[in-house]
């Protein structure tokens, strides 16, 4: 039987990167499960570390899972390749992490799109968003589910109340087009980077603000850095939970079947978790100091209507049938 240890990578700087996982056993399969975020209450640092102790208790003696958090083994510009490449078997990235393979997944990035959580959970429970689940796999990508994290807030170094109070500045965002197109319906400037730059980058004023969860406002403290956050639910933050077809195929059958059960029960059960994270969260930056700015029915519409015109503008690359199966959830 495995023992619990604390693992750290060789690129680890801190205790703070490491996390508890099994000493795999002779003979068993290794599958390094990697990400980019750090702290312990965050929905995808649950999820992984659930999965991870599903799978080593379950299939005990035949498969093995570490995991790397805080981009201890790979950041976001290394793990796509790294999983193609072998050298880890299993990632969450962000949904907008896949514009250089399909833009299918950049109905998700749609401003608005889902009036809540719960309508983004059951546009991926639909036949739509199963189906994009397989959407890479002539890539050599295979999702294994969805794993929310929340609605996205926009933070910045001045109080955001409207989309015309971003005029001039410069946000931070992941490399999706949809995004990019988003910061500039607000008259702002986009500028991808990867999340574990993104709080230095505030700190110094390389960009002015930010769009996340709560979750990842709190546990990466960039309520430290900001004048406030608004809380616009403008946008979806979800996860890929993906493996490789590689791998996949490189299971018995038996043993495949078991994985695959585990990943939708691990994924079903976080995703029915997130609300309640998030809503700790967002009480943890109140009571560490944080400014959070609410949208009356009027304020929250104008930006609604400043968003619209980003959903015709990728109407041809994603799909209208997509986008309404999305609206509709």
């Not at 079947?257 to 309640?276: D, H, Q």
């Amino acid at each position: 039987m495995k023992k619990l240890t604390l693992g750290l990578s060789a690129l680890a700087l801190s205790v703070s990167a490491a996390t508890a996982q099994a000493s795999c056993d002779a003979g068993e399969i290794v599958a390094k499960l990697s990400h980019v975020t750090g702290g312990t209450t965050h929905p995808k640092v649950v999820a992984a570390n659930k999965f991870a102790e599903r799978v080593n208790a379950e299939m005990n003696g035949t498969l093995c899972v570490e995991v790397y958090p805080n981009s201890t083994l790979f950041g976001d510009s290394k793990e796509l390749e790294a999983l193609l490449l072998g050298d880890v078997q299993i990632l969450a990235p962000s949904l907008s992490k896949f514009g250089s393979y399909t833009s299918k997944y950049g109905v998700f990035d749609l401003p608005f799109i889902f009036k809540d959580m719960d309508a983004a959970i059951s546009f991926t429970n639909s036949d739509a968003g199963q189906n994009l689940l397989n959407e890479m796999e002539d890539v050599g990508f295979v999702g294994l589910g969805y794993w929310m994290s929340g609605m996205k807030y926009f933070s910045a170094n001045k109080a955001l109340m409207e989309p015309s109070d971003a005029s001039g500045l410069k946000f931070r965002v992941q490399s999706s087009d949809v995004a990019k197109a988003m910061i500039g319906a607000m008259g702002g400037t986009p500028q991808a980077m990867a999340f574990a730059e993104v709080y230095g980058a505030l700190q110094t004023g390389v960009v002015d603000g930010q769009e996340n969860t709560w979750s990842n406002i709190y546990t990466k403290k960039f309520f430290e850095v900001q004048d406030s956050t608004t809380e616009t639910s403008h946008q979806l933050l979800a996860y890929l939970f993906m493996t490789s077809r590689e791998f996949l195929d490189s299971m018995e059958n038996k043993d495949r079947e078991t994985f695959l059960r585990i990943a939708n029960e691990v994924s079903n059960e976080a995703n029915l978790a997130v609300k309640a994270a998030e809503a700790t969260n967002r009480q943890n930056i109140l009571d560490a100091g944080g400014k959070i700015n609410t949208l009356d029915a009027e304020g929250r519409k104008k930006w609604v209507e400043s968003m619209k015109p980003v959903w015709k503008q990728f109407e041809d690359e994603i799909g209208a049938d997509l986008i309404e199966s999305a609206a509709n959830s």
